[in-house]
């Protein structure tokens, strides 16, 4: 399917539609950008990962043909540029907690690549940690949205070491969570509690401060009903 070159506007959007218009739902797409034209690589890339979401489309490989990399032999490697798309998934996963207090994808790409990490190598440098401090994560996420404060203190509490205790781990596998990882802490940090069962001056100022997050946050009902 021929495309324009992408020189304006109505270009780019004229290539939205047909690429658009031939993939249907649950394809499963190879992206070959070895002799795309300059910036026409990063506009198809943006639709396929828009298809990805709107379509269940797969993407299973973007690949790229690296001439100038050639060696002795005049061999040239291929580049597996996957893992790009890896980085829009914690993007979306960070700015729905940062924004809305909601850790379900963030935890879903933890458990991710801890799995993949099991599955695809061996050694003793293999992540221990990054799947419970997905559990415990999407846990604190979960009293949150369901107004349980005392759920909240008890998570927060508990999921402030185990961040401590993966950030090494983070940085290893999970580069974009390490990125993050001390503004989650900040957040946590507001609602720990190591007694969330006993009613105390301290107790009350965690709940006026979840109270304040709800609102800041813009989930209205969590506030009110607290």
């Known amino acids: ?13 004229e290539i ?3 690429v658009a218009s031939v993939v249907s739902e649950g394809d499963t797409i190879l992206l070959d950008i070895t002799h795309a034209f300059r910036s026409i690589p990063m506009v198809v890339f943006a639709v396929a990962a828009y298809l990805r979401r709107t379509k269940s489309v797969t993407i299973e490989h973007i690949v790229y043909g690296a001439f100038e990399a050639r060696d002795g032999n005049n061999r040239a490697p291929i580049f597996d540029l996957t893992p790009l798309l890896d980085l829009l998934d914690w993007l979306s996963g960070a700015e729905i907690f940062l924004q809305r207090s909601d850790a379900a994808l963030l935890a879903e790409r ?14 003793e440098d293999l992540p221990r940690r990054l799947q419970s401090v997905a559990s415990k994560l999407h846990s ?11 759920d909240v203190m008890r998570h ?10 993966t950030a090494s781990e983070a940085e290893r596998w999970a580069k974009p969570f390490a990125v993050i990882l001390e503004q989650i802490r900040s957040e946590t940090e507001k609602f720990d509690h190591d007694a969330p069962d006993r009613l105390d001056r301290e107790n009350l100022q965690k709940q006026l401060a979840l109270i304040e ?14």
Request: avoid cysteine; hydrophobic fraction near 40%.
């Open 1 to 13: 399917v021929e495309i324009p070159e992408g020189r304006s506007e109505q270009e780019l959007w």
């Open 16 to 18: 939205f539609d047909r």
């Open 110 to 123: 933890l458990r991710t690549v801890h799995h993949q990490a099991w599955q695809t190598r061996s050694g």
């Open 140 to 150: 604190f996420s979960q009293a949150l949205h369901l107004a349980r404060p005392r």
């Open 156 to 165: 927060a509490h508990e999921l402030l070491p185990m961040l401590t205790e």
């Open 213 to 226: 997050h709800f609102v800041e946050k813009g989930l209205w009902v969590q506030a009110t009903l607290l």
